[in-house]
């Protein structure tokens, strides 16, 4: 199974700033996944980072706000830019290795004041 | 509209006691459909994947049953413990293509003893 590793595990920021938040993969993988999961609530897509492409974002998500990077096969960043309380969140990376399953970092938990 | 469905109510049962967890969905057709745990501040960790081929698939005291005809797969605990407490979460690929989940909204377990 991989293990992620993401960072920061939590933060608390300023209503116009920005964070990047940072996942780190044992193994090479092809696809990464960038979700959100709001206060409550399940999981929701945000984009698939590949390697050496642009990202792939869900409807509802704009690369100006969420911008990604895909340096290699074991890293990506999700930035959330210029942050408002509504992007108060848990995000979460993952990673899908055999058989369909994801794996999960331990997640980011961002509150915006 | 594609829905997944899972009962927002929290399950209180008590220890010893089987817990069985819902997952309804519409307008997706999945070759396989996945449950996984999600304990506070943590990701998704994943149990069970259970295949349109199967009716049932079992792991220790974890059940899963796949009804394509319903659309609805059932997640069973047996002899459930307080360390079963914690969020449910289903997913499917809504592609079929080995990759990214749509996730339903989870049901909380928790398990008195």
């Known amino acids: ?113 | 509209s594609q829905k997944i469905e899972q009962n927002s109510e929290a399950l209180n049962i008590q220890e010893g006691k089987t817990a069985t967890l819902t997952c309804n969905y519409t307008n997706y057709s999945p070759a396989y459909l996945q449950w996984y745990r999600q304990d506070p501040g943590r990701g998704p960790v994943f149990l069970l994947l259970i295949r349109e081929n199967e009716k049932e698939k079992r792991k220790e005291r974890l059940k899963v049953t796949f009804d394509t005809t319903l659309k609805q797969s059932l997640f069973h605990i047996t002899a459930s413990q307080p360390a079963d407490s914690a969020t449910y979460l289903c997913a499917l690929d809504p592609n079929n293509a080995g990759n990214m989940l749509t996730f339903g909204g989870g049901t909380r377990l928790m398990v008195k003893p």
Do not use: H
Request: net charge neutral; with cysteine; proline share 4%.
């Open chain 1, 1 to 113: 199974s991989a293990v992620i590793s993401q960072k920061p595990s939590r933060d608390i920021c300023q209503r116009g700033t920005s964070l990047t938040i940072q996942c780190q993969v044992d193994s090479q993988v092809t696809m990464m996944f960038w979700y959100r999961q709001q206060p409550g609530q399940s999981l929701t897509l945000i984009a698939t980072a590949n390697q050496g492409s642009e990202a792939t974002y869900e409807s509802g998500f704009v690369i100006d706000k969420f911008p990604i990077s895909r340096p290699n096969l074991t890293f990506s960043t999700l930035t959330v830019s210029n942050m408002s309380p509504e992007d108060s969140s848990i995000y979460l990376c993952s990673v899908v290795q055999t058989n369909e399953k994801l794996f999960f970092g331990s997640g980011t938990q961002l509150s915006v004041l």
